[in-house]
């Protein structure tokens, strides 16, 4: 969110995208929910169905976007090679923090329900108790930051999105950020991290 606000570019969350069709309650919504609560994965062809469907929209081709929450698995990543034929990202970019911190900014993780904005009750609280200070929508505690539902979606992340790591660290995209601290000094170590690589690439013509 705060790197799509940084560069100017459309933030594409998947889990962002999940979370408005449960609140829909459409049947495709209904589905979802079962896997978001559980903290299972959505099977493969369902998200990337979902990302081709947002990426086919040609303002973004022109634009650049961020995709965030997608690749998690294998099959995902090779989906997304086809999908942005003859282009390719620019970077995939790894987060590092330790469990425990993860731990304990899930406990303290806020999200508003309209606009996908995220808060930290520790860090970087609403304004308001509860409400968005990007556009005034309800500010809650994700149904799926239970504890059976983040020991299932970090097992998940070993077992099928860490291999992504190598995956990408392959074809040279990789670049892997520390993502402990204040999330103002983590966006400013991306934003260079990114920029190197833009400029990198621009270099290579
Ligand atoms: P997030 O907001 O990225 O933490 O995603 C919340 C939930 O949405 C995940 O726990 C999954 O149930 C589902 N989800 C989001 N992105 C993906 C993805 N790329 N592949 C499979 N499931 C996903």
């Keep these: 969110m705060r790197l799509s606000r940084h560069y100017v570019i ?4 998947t889990g962002d995208m999940f979370r408005a069709a449960v609140r829909s309650g459409s049947a495709f919504g209904q589905q979802a929910k079962a896997y ?7 099977p493969d062809e369902v998200v990337t169905g979902v990302v081709a469907e947002r990426l086919s929209h040609e303002e973004l081709a022109a634009r650049g976007f ?12 090779e989906a997304l090679v ?7 990202i620019d970077v ?11 731990l304990a900014r899930l406990a303290a993780r806020r999200v508003c329900t309209d606009c996908g904005e995220n808060y930290s009750l520790l860090e970087n609280p609403p304004r308001t108790a509860g409400i968005c200070d990007a ?26 999105t860490a291999p992504l790591l190598d995956w990408y660290s392959d074809r040279d995209l990789l670049a892997q950020v520390d993502g ?12 260079a991290t990114v920029d190197d690589r833009l400029a990198a690439r621009a270099a290579d013509g």
């Design 10 to 13: 459309p933030h594409i969350a």
């Design 180 to 191: 402990s601290g204040h999330p103002d000094e983590v966006t400013r170590r991306l934003v």
């Design 135 to 160: 556009c005034g929508g309800e500010v809650v505690q994700r149904d799926d930051d239970t504890e059976g539902a983040i020991r299932r979606r970090l097992e998940l992340y070993e077992r099928e």
């Design 92 to 102: 995939a970019l790894d987060l590092e923090v330790a469990t425990p911190q993860v």
């Design 36 to 42: 978001l609560d559980a903290g299972e994965l959505v």
């Design 66 to 77: 961020i995709l965030d929450g997608f690749p998690r698995t294998v099959p995902q990543a």
């Design 82 to 88: 086809d999908l942005l034929e003859p282009e390719r």
